[in-house]
């Protein structure tokens, strides 16, 4: 029988591995306690070898334990895919504490695999990172960046929590709580219709407390984004979707949507800092109101064209201070658009782009005034003039909300 040791690591050795900036998703957990010491996957022995020692009279045992064994064993070894990913069956055991149930998602770094904890008794979401060099480097970095926010954050309410890691077959394995879906999985199962106003703002003050707090500790997320906030539970409420255009009746069942029960200066090559979160924040909250992402495009130029119709031209000093990679972008003076546009249809998906007051008023009925004046804080292009995470959450969007309650 196959036998082999799974190392797990006490997280003091952290500091003695290479260092990088981290590129973190929103995984940002409360640490454990230091685990020290090996784990073992099954050095059992061989199974054999025990029954050549017992009398016949104990073959029933022998033949239970061989199958206990079997259940919790190591599965076969296989080779990693191409890319490196970590090849699997459902059923299939990674390590013999921990048993696949489903896969939940897959990544740059890895997947994303449903686990049932038997040590703990409980479902759990472990990252299987892709046994490359250099993604394994970047997720001891990881760890040790989400061990850092996880000593800072007592109470366990803002991360989410990380319970174990260790390293399998080449693999870093970062095991967390299971918590619900992602805010896109919802908006993409809501059809991607909006969120009500009372509900954005309470994201938004949820989203900027993390974000502040991250900063407060010197750390930048730098990858906010829908996909990457998890909601706490899977649980949700139908509500009527109230809409002036529509003809649909009560009976029709898309004439209601769910809500959760519970609650640019990187394309000019200027380097990036804080601020590159809160413009992030901005983003998701428009995308919570309207459903829709709000610069839908992949393509640089385009994206900055979108950004000029909807928040208006980009400042001079900014445009003049892009570095030669982004010079493609900016002909005398002000950006190559529409004349750099790749195509006709590039035009016509910003042309029918509308400023961020008219967008937000078609979507927002009470409170629009103070969300666009706090858009317009977090939007801000130069990131030297955009408000912080802490100034935001003292905005009368806010605060207007707490004073009613």
Not at 33 to 50: H, I, W, Y
Not at 64 to 89: I, T
Not at 302 to 322: D, F, I, N, S, Y
Not at 339 to 363: D, F, T, W
Request: positive net charge.
């Amino acid at each position: 029988m196959e036998t082999e040791r799974v190392t797990e690591f006490p997280f003091t050795h952290l500091d003695r591995r290479p260092r990088k900036r981290a590129r973190l998703g929103w995984d940002v957990p409360q640490a454990p306690k230091a685990q020290v010491g090996m784990f073992c996957g099954q050095e059992l022995g061989n199974v054999a070898s025990f029954a050549s020692l017992m009398a016949p009279s104990d073959h029933t045992t022998i033949s239970l334990f061989e199958k206990e064994v079997a259940r919790n064993g190591s599965p076969p070894w296989r080779e990693d895919d191409k890319d490196g990913h970590y090849m699997f069956s459902l059923g299939e055991n990674l390590t013999s504490r921990y048993k696949i149930q489903s896969k939940m998602g897959e990544g740059t770094f890895g997947q994303v695999l449903e686990c049932w904890d038997r040590e703990k008794k409980e479902m759990v979401a472990i990252k299987i990172v892709r046994g490359v060099k250099k993604y394994r480097e970047a997720a001891m970095i990881e760890i040790e960046v989400l061990q850092q926010l996880g000593k800072h954050d007592k109470g366990g309410n803002r991360c989410v929590q990380l319970r174990n890691w260790f390293d399998y077959r080449n693999h870093i394995c970062i095991v967390f709580e299971k918590l619900g879906p992602s805010l896109y999985d919802f908006l993409k199962k809501n059809n991607y219709r909006s969120f009500p106003i009372d509900l954005v703002r309470e994201i938004g003050r949820q989203l900027l407390e993390c974000v502040a707090f991250m900063h407060d500790l010197r750390l930048i997320h730098t990858d906010l984004k829908p996909e990457n906030i998890l909601l706490v539970s899977h649980d949700y409420i139908k509500v009527p979707d109230y809409n002036k255009n529509s003809s649909r009746s009560p009976k029709d069942s898309s004439y209601f949507k769910r809500i959760p029960k519970s609650t640019p200066e990187v394309i000019l090559g200027m380097g990036w800092t804080y601020p590159c979160d809160v413009w992030s924040i901005g983003c998701i909250l428009v995308e919570l109101c309207t459903g829709e992402a709000l610069f839908q495009t992949h393509e640089n130029l385009e994206h900055l064209a979108m950004m000029e119709r909807v928040l208006g031209p980009l400042p001079q000093h900014m445009l003049k201070r892009a570095d030669r990679h982004a010079e493609k972008y900016v002909r005398r003076g002000r950006l190559d658009w529409p004349e750099g546009a790749a195509s006709r249809e590039s035009i016509r998906a910003v042309q029918k782009l509308p400023r961020l007051q008219n967008l937000v008023m078609q979507h927002v009925d009470h409170s629009a005034g103070d969300l666009i004046h706090l858009l317009q804080g977090l939007l801000r292009y130069d990131p030297s003039d955009r408000i912080s995470a802490r100034e935001a959450l003292r905005h009368s969007f806010f605060t207007k909300d707490n004073l009613r309650r």
